[in-house]
C-alpha cells in the first residue's frame, strides 16, 4: 500500500504536534516533521515546550509524542530546498542522537531523510548516519531506517540516471527518493518508470503542475508513499495537493495497478470543475478510473509528443480524456494525421473535445476515437430560454473551437449565425468553412459593429470573463449597447466558472434572459462519462457538486 505522508515545517513542537494529529483525524498514514526553522545547530536553549529544553530535546519530544510514524527531515539551504543553515556535523549528531533514542518514553522517528549529496560529502557521514540507523537490540517497531534522497526544483536533473545508480549502491538506504520539478507531463512517465524498476520501496514525484500526475498516481505504480499538505498554505513544495484533495477528489485509497487513467488536456486547467465531477461519478457508478488535470502548453506539437506518449505507455492505461482551450482544434488536425475515427460532429466542426480509448481484451490500447459533445450540450442548453433555434438569429462572439461548433449546430438547425471576432478574417474564415455543411446562414462581422443589430441571442464562445483564466475579468460582449436594440434577447456565455460572469451579471440588470455556462458543461460532460463508462452518467450529483464548488469559490 503506498503511504500518504503530511509534511509539517516545525515552527515550535506544540503547533506541529497538533498538525500532526489533525493530519490523523484526515486519514494520514505518518508526517513528516522538516525541522529546518527549529534547528540551528548550536545546541541553543529554544522557547518551545515548558520547561526550557535544548534543540535535540524538543526534537525528540516531537518523534516521542508523535500520534503517528513520522520522518525528520532538516534540509539545508541551497539548490535542495532547505532552509537549514547550520554546520552539517550537527545535523548528523542531530540525527545520531534521534536514532538512539531509547531512553524511557523515547521514540525514535521511523525514518530520517538525507540528501545524497550530503551521504557522499564524506566518509564520516555516512559512518554516522550507519551508526543511528542500526541497533538490534532496539525492537523491530522501534528502528529508525534511512531514506536517501535527491532533488532537483530547476527540471529534470542532466544526470538523473546517475544518481539513482548512486542511491541504489547506498546499502543503508532502506528507501530512495527522487524529486524534480516536471517540465511536462512526459517527466510523469520516466518516474512511472523508475518506480517499476526499483530495486528497494522508492519515493518518485514530479513537482509543480505539471508533475500532480506523479503524486496521485502512485499507488497505481507501487510508489511508497506521496506527499499531501495539511492544508493550501502549508505545502513543503510546489504542486502538493492537499490530503483531503487527494482523499476526496481523487480518491487515493482506491487507485491500483488497474485503474484506468482519464483527465482534462488544455492550459489552463487548474479551474476546471471536471476532475471534481468525473471522479465523483465514478465512485458513484463504481467505475474503476481516476480523473486529473492534464496541462499541456499550447501548440499541436505539444498535444501531439505529449498525448502519442501518454497513449504508448505501457503501464498508463489511460483511457480517455477531455479536450479544452487551446487544443480542441489540435485534436482534430491529430486525429487526421494518425487516422483516429471521428464523429460527423468533430468532422465537420474540425474541433473536438473528446478522445475515447478503446482496449482490447487483454488491456491494450488499440484504438482511439474523437467526439465532440460540445455542440448539442450547447444548443440544448441555449434552447431553454430560446426555444427552437429555427428562424432565430444569433450572434457569436469568438473565431476558436466553442465558436465553430455553436455555429455549425446553432445554423445546422436553421438559425441565422453571425460570427464577431476581434479579427475579422479569422471570423469570414470560419463563416465560408460552416456554409456548405448547413441549412441556415452564417455570415462575418467585425466584433465593432456587434451593436448595430438586432439579435434574438448573444453567445460568448471567448475565455474572456473566466477565473483562474488567462484573460481579465470583464465582459466579452457590450450589453450596454446591445440591450436597446435587442430587449428580451438570451444572453449566454459559454463560461461556468465563476458561475456568474461579469457578462451574465451585465446581461441580468439589462433585464435581458441569461444562460450560464454550467447546464452545457454538465451535458456535455455526461455524454463523455456515459462514452467512457458505458454507464449512465449521474447528472444530478454532476450538477449538485458543481454548483457547491462553485458557490464556495
Known sequence: MTLLCVPIFVADVHSALRDAHAAKDLGADLVEFRIDDIFSGTDAVTPVGEPPQSEAASILQLTSDSPLPCIVTCRPAGPEGGHYDGPDDARISLYERLGTAFGSGEQPPRYIDLELSTWQRSANIQQKIKLAIQHPEQLRDLSTSLILSSHDFQGRPADLSRRILAMRSVAAAKVLKVAFLARSLRDNLELFDLLADRDRPTIALGMGEFGLMSRVLAPKFGGFLTFASLRDTSATAPGQPTIDELLTQYRFRSIHPSTAVYGVVGHPVSHSLSPLIHNAGFDAVGHDGVYLPLPIVPGFESLKATLLELLNHPALTLRGLSVTLPHKENLVRLAREQGWPMDPASTAIGSA????????QAGRAVQMRVLNTDARALVDSLASELGSPLGKAVAIVGAGGVARAAAMELAAAGASVTLLNRTPDRARQLAEAITPFVQGTVAAAPLSELG?????????????????????????IPVSEIAPRSPGAVVMDTIYNPLETPLLAAARAAGLRTVSGLPMFIAQAAAQFSVWTRKPAPVALFERIARERLASS
Open 353 to 360: 473535445n473528446t478522445l475515447v480509448v478503446e482496449p482490447d
Open 452 to 476: 448595430l443589430h438586432r439579435f434574438d441571442a448573444y453567445i460568448n464562445c471567448t475565455p474572456l470573463g473566466m477565473k483562474d483564466g488567462t484573460a481579465p475579468a470583464a465582459s466579452a
